[in-house]
């Protein structure tokens, strides 16, 4: 079995050629990874696995409550990410950052299903929690200047593109 996979694998890449294969990669599994769209969200009346809507306005209601939550962590992790400073805050931050760091890079080789973000969320509220804490601080005692400034910008981007794969078509 692993001699036949190991086979499909070389004639795909020696076929289509390494660059395609990894920009169609780059291009869906983060996609996929970080959907709206959860478990919780499949099983809600009128989801994948769930039920015919009996109750459209409570099932709207929770769905909108999910989808708004997730988007809000997206949001603030992604401001979080441009909040580490200093040699403290790197050491505090190391652990969250490699764990984030290495599975988005296998990621890029697995078959991706949307519950294996489930190991991100404590990563996504660390650095949403992050973002709290010294965002605000940050965005006020610096508007407009340098560091400031950039990490406004950095974090303004990193949301963005968490947003775009998680909400967009």
Wanted: hydrophobic letters at 50%; a positive charge.
């Amino acid at each position: 079995r692993a001699r036949i996979v190991r086979w499909r694998i070389v004639h795909k890449v020696s076929e289509e050629g390494l660059g395609p294969i990894l920009e169609e990669q780059l291009r869906k599994q983060y996609r996929r990874l970080l959907d709206k769209d959860s478990f919780f969200t499949d099983q809600l009346p009128g989801g994948r696995w769930g039920p015919s809507p009996s109750n459209a306005l409570r099932t709207a209601m929770l769905r909108a409550w999910a989808y708004g939550a997730y988007g809000l962590l997206l949001g603030l992790a992604g401001f979080g990410l441009f909040q580490v400073r200093g040699k403290r805050g790197w050491a505090v931050a190391a652990l969250p950052l490699s764990f984030l760091a290495f599975n988005l890079a296998i990621f890029l080789f697995l078959h991706v299903k949307t519950r294996y973000r489930v190991a991100f969320l404590p990563c996504l509220a660390f650095l949403a929690a992050l973002a709290l804490d010294r965002g605000w601080t940050s965005v006020r005692g610096n508007a407009g200047r340098g560091a400031g400034a950039l990490r406004l910008l950095g974090g303004t981007l990193a949301a963005g593109l968490a947003w775009a794969a998680a909400f967009g078509s």
